[in-house]
């Protein structure tokens, strides 16, 4: 889903330098990282709506630390329309997207590196909404978010860290409908001219009740 813009290209540097790009984010509270190898802004107010048609919502993204180097306005710009859509992806794939109730989710982790979605398989039930699907009528996107901190050592970007926020109103096929709140961190790379995956992630997943699901 990466697509390119006009700007210097962004090229891949070394491995071992992730090591240097986690230790600056915030600290781990669990997850899991692949082989290879944050707190968030508020969301609208949620009230009791959940049946309403979904609208497409597009993810707010944008480069919140360069470490290590300099990045110009349009490289920036290149990675937030790059990794910003490689997350909104994964947003949908996961939860957002198809007609609910759903049981399929075999795309779900498509955005994930085969190692990571290895790693993920047992925890389908918190990267995505496959322990549910079957039994839920509708998903309501109200929040996407992304804030970039990237690893620049010199010319080249080696790794992103993608602190994440995704927010929607869930309703069950049999009961009262919940607002859903999916955050934390997704580790980014890609190989020499190949797709940005996500190698990494350690995130949480907490719902309420819509009704209390309060202001941004």
């Not at 929040?143 to 929607?168: E, Y």
């Amino acid at each position: 889903m990466t697509s390119e813009t006009t700007g210097p290209p962004l090229g891949i540097g070394r491995w071992p330098a992730v090591v240097l790009l986690l230790a600056l984010t915030a600290a781990c509270t669990g997850g899991a990282s692949d082989e290879n190898a944050g707190s968030s802004p508020p969301s609208s107010s949620v009230g009791q709506q959940p049946t309403l048609r979904a609208k497409p919502v597009p993810i707010e993204v944008t480069v919140a630390k360069v470490v290590g180097g300099h990045l110009k306005r349009d490289q920036k710009k290149q990675l937030e329309k790059q990794v910003g859509g490689l997350v909104s992806r994964y947003f949908d794939d996961a939860f957002l997207s198809g007609r609910y109730p759903r049981d399929d989710f075999s795309g779900a982790l498509a955005t994930f590196s085969p190692g990571a979605a290895r790693r993920a398989a047992p925890e389908r039930a918190l990267l995505t909404n496959a322990q549910v699907g079957s039994t839920t009528e509708s998903v309501v996107a109200r929040t996407k978010q992304a804030r970039l901190d990237v690893l620049v050592p010199g010319r080249h970007v080696v790794g992103i860290t993608a602190r994440v926020r995704l927010v929607f109103v869930q309703q069950p096929t049999d009961g009262a409908a919940e607002r859903v709140t999916v955050s934390g961190r997704l580790l980014v790379n890609r190989k020499q001219s190949g797709p940005w995956q996500i190698f990494g992630y350690d995130v949480t997943r907490s719902s309420v009740p819509a009704a209390k699901g309060g202001s941004r």
